[in-house]
């Protein structure tokens, strides 16, 4: 690790202990979604489109209802008609995903869903549901979605930020600009100028368990649901929107989670479980398969970006002018805001523009994946920085130095920055011996950085301190990343009793108060310091009881590695042992709740170092050595950081080298599989080194800035960056396969 | 008084106007008082914003305190992952 501070004296946060989930999951005691097994049990199975557009005309399910065993079928028309009810767009959309009403937006929409007693006998039934389509024209890119008369998604779509705003509608759902100074003079004042255009494919978060919900409802209107998500209270909000019902009504409950990265932020099958099981009156569940999940559920956005930047001969970034279109997919919803605010935020440059365009068209929706947006606006911008660099012939990390954004530097999309370790993470990358090592025929170097704010939002947690002394620490954030053992971590530092005596649970929606999802990066910093809040207000109550124990004032008291002690030592130490064994006679139980809605966010940065070989004669690039730095503001878990960090770098190199969706000139897609969607796997990658940097978010107890996502932003770039030392050709369209590689060096040989 | 500054997203519903200077104790009425000022702007901050009060970034934060020169930058509402 790269500390920028001396570890205060902490005895437990920022060590490597056992993870409380590691016997379950090795063991296969873990239930995952699809472990659930209720009696009486049935199982379901999803009609879905074949088409990428088309009206609905007809629907018959009467063969399916008629199949001995089948015990529930249900259309959109079991739902309630959300834009008949005046419900809001957003929650319209998110019904419509859900289940088509009139119109399918993309092969895998769904149309049906059925229940029967055997998985052999519901997909036999799925397929007896009859539907009727007419099929419309497709559009599958941004480049066919903005087309002139391009065929429309959503005939009452006005594209919202334009002045003035259109007459007529579009798949264009939003513009977003940032802007400030005076472009013309920026570019006047550079030395050099580049301009490139490039392109991404939408790509999957390739989480390895499928989506799966169990549904259990009971005749008074209550039904439980059992599923796996980043967050089971938005879970419950978005079933209950769709199925029209209060919230009250729902109790979820957080299985495993087989890994989300963003894309189990969304709901899919859970409204359709309740209402089979409503019809059906028995417990259903829902799985999908892989096809499902690729064809279904969101991947991030493909994009198109151009941008155009200039440098003077000393390195000062003098302007940048950036068009960005993300497909969003059928509904409006693309992370191009996110990308407008990060694309060129980790730079403090004086003239810029930045122009996006969010575009429906006939792909899933899209859904969060680590950074949304980011990744994409990076591979651009780092691309361009890199040969800029080359053409000023200025050391990669020396041109970030010159211009990366510090305390106090204004944003591009707005405030100043707090406190940052964005320089940290470049000095981490040059001071290490990877950024000077010799380099083999056939390889090359590749540095690029990247920028994510990180969220907070609002969590709740309770402290118990049981019988024994031990505690339970109970949450309501879906652990995707560790956040058990990094509540477990901070709890033991607060309570100064071992990690060992510390049980992190992550509880029901009707067992702990409300957490938003597990995403943005945000659970460590906000779940943490409500469990932070909660062991605190445990301390006071311990002291308390400590007083009245020896008959003093509670300013007489003070709490020392997980004991009570007089301020003079006039008293022999009280254990928290000591204290729980005999909490009845000092008030009863000891146990605390704290909720907030958490402040204080410290935004991450990561920079990273890629060395690769590329095979002049098949066009494979081989990654060979991968150092990744980034600033955690403090590594609770230092285990589960370098997880994030690798993680992060791994699904990168997949985004970069060969992962994206094929379809057919149906719209239908071709690569529904981990055998031809081709992901990274341990065979195919080197050990990625990671250089934890330490600048401690001022705003938290322990100074965490949040690790899950910006480890993804900068892999696409540093990768481009490495084949273009490697061979002198820059790949501007994603993934660089060897096709585009070969290609790109027969140009170039030409 | 604080200095708002409107993003060129924003700059539609201002007549162009960049920052202006607002009296408002917290952000609630902030957005009231730009309200008045350019009429329509309150629903597009209510709901489709986070705030940026001295650099950092609040959701939910209609109750936040302004302070007395505070820097007040309204953002696009993020989704993380």
């Known amino acids: 690790m790269a500390l920028t501070e001396e570890n205060p004296g902490y005895k437990w946060v920022g060590t490597r202990p056992i993870r409380p989930d590691g016997l379950d999951k090795v063991t296969g005691k873990a239930q995952f979604g699809a472990d659930l097994t209720l009696p009486g049990m049935l199982f379901g199975k999803v009609v879905r489109s074949p088409h990428a557009h088309a009206r609905i005309l007809s629907i018959d399910t009467s063969a399916a209802e008629s199949m001995l065993g089948v015990k529930a079928v249900i259309t959109g028309s079991d739902f309630p008609d959300l834009a008949a009810n005046g419900a809001h767009a957003s929650d319209i959309d998110v019904a419509n995903n859900a289940i088509a009403r009139d119109k399918v937006l993309y092969e895998g929409h769904v149309v049906a869903a059925v229940a029967a007693t055997t998985r052999e006998l519901a997909e036999a039934a799925a397929k007896a549901v009859e539907v009727s389509y007419e099929i419309l024209p497709h559009v599958l890119t941004v480049d066919e979605a903005m087309a002139d008369n391009a065929p429309l998604l959503h005939e009452n779509m006005i594209t919202k930020g334009v002045d003035p705003a259109p007459d007529q509608p579009s798949n264009v759902a939003s513009r977003i600009v940032h802007e400030r100074g005076d472009l013309e003079q920026g570019f006047g004042e550079a030395d050099v100028v580049i301009e490139r255009e490039f392109t991404t494919k939408p790509v999957h978060q390739g989480y390895i368990e499928p989506h799966a919900a169990v549904a259990d409802a009971n005749n008074d209107g209550r039904a439980n649901i059992w599923c796996s998500s980043q967050g089971h209270f938005a879970m419950r909000a978005y079933t209950a929107t769709v199925l029209g019902v209060s919230q009250g009504t729902l109790k979820v409950t957080a299985a495993e989670i087989g890994g989300g990265f963003g894309g189990k932020t969304v709901i899919y099958l859970e409204p359709l479980a309740v209402r089979l099981s409503q019809r059906s009156g028995r417990p259903v569940k829902l799985v999908m398969d892989r096809d499902e999940v690729f064809r279904a559920t969101g991947p991030t956005s493909g994009t198109r970006i151009k941008v155009k930047m200039g440098i003077s001969n000393g390195g000062e970034l003098t302007a940048a002018e950036v068009w960005m279109a993300f497909e969003a997919g059928a509904y409006a919803g693309s992370p191009v805001g996110a990308a407008g605010m990060t694309v060129i935020a980790a730079y403090d440059i004086p003239h810029f523009l930045v122009e996006g365009y969010d575009v429906v068209c006939n792909k899933p929706r899209v859904a969060a994946y680590r950074a949304p947006g980011a990744p994409m606006a990076a591979f651009a911008v780092e691309s361009v920085l890199d040969e800029l660099a080359r053409s000023i012939d200025m050391d990669p990390i020396e041109v970030r130095l010159a211009n990366a954004a510090v305390e106090g530097t204004q944003a591009s999309y707005g405030p100043k920055f707090p406190r940052i370790g964005f320089v940290e993470t470049l000095e981490a990358i040059k001071e290490h011996p990877n950024y000077t090592a010799e380099l083999g025929p056939n390889q090359g170097r590749g540095v690029a950085a990247g920028f994510w704010f990180n969220a907070g939002m609002n969590s709740s947690a309770t402290v118990h301190v049981n019988e024994n002394g031990t505690a339970t620490v109970v949450t309501g954030s879906p652990d995707i990343g560790g956040s058990r053992q990094s509540m477990a971590l901070m709890a033991a530092e607060e309570l100064g009793i071992p990690y060992e005596s510390i049980k992190p649970v992550v509880a029901d929606t009707e067992t702990v108060g409300f957490n938003d999802v597990t995403g943005g990066s945000r659970v460590t910093l906000a779940t943490g310091a409500a469990v932070v809040d909660a062991c605190r207000l445990v301390i006071e109550d311990l002291r308390a009881r400590a007083a009245k124990t020896w008959d003093v004032e509670i300013d007489q008291v003070e709490w020392v590695d997980g004991q009570a002690q007089h301020v003079d030592g006039s008293q022999p130490p009280l254990s928290l042992n000591a204290l729980a064994a005999k909490s009845g006679r000092t008030g009863g139980p000891i146990s605390a709740n704290a909720s907030l809605n958490a402040r204080g966010v410290g935004a991450g940065f990561s920079t990273q170092l890629c060395d690769v070989e590329v095979d002049p004669e098949t066009g494979v690039t081989r990654v060979v050595r991968y150092l990744t730095a980034q600033d955690a503001g403090r590594a609770i878990s230092p285990d589960y950081v370098e997880g994030q960090m690798q993680g992060g770098v791994v699904q990168g190199i997949g985004w970069g080298l060969n992962e994206e969706y094929i379809h057919d000139e149906n719209g239908a897609m071709e690569n529904p599989s981990f055998l031809d969607y081709r992901m990274p796997v341990a065979s195919d990658l080197p050990m990625i080194e990671c250089s934890i940097v330490e600048v401690p978010n001022p705003a938290h107890p322990y100074g965490v800035r949040g690790v899950g996502e910006v480890g993804i932003v900068p892999p696409m770039a540093a990768l481009a960056n490495a084949i273009k030392d490697a061979t002198g050709v820059r790949l501007t369209d994603l993934p660089m396969t060897p096709i585009k590689v070969l290609e790109a060096l027969n140009e170039q040989s030409d | ?81």
Do not use: C, K, W
């Open chain 2, 1 to 81: 008084m604080a200095q708002v500054y409107f993003s060129a997203g924003l700059r539609d519903l201002t007549g162009g106007v960049a920052q202006v200077d607002v009296q408002a104790s917290n952000v609630r009425r902030l957005i009231a008082a730009l309200d008045e000022m350019f009429p329509g702007i309150g629903e597009r901050l209510s709901e489709a914003s986070s705030v940026a009060i001295d650099g950092e970034i609040l959701t939910d934060a209609e109750y936040e305190s302004v302070p007395d020169q505070a820097e007040v930058h309204f953002l696009d509402i993020l989704q993380g992952g």
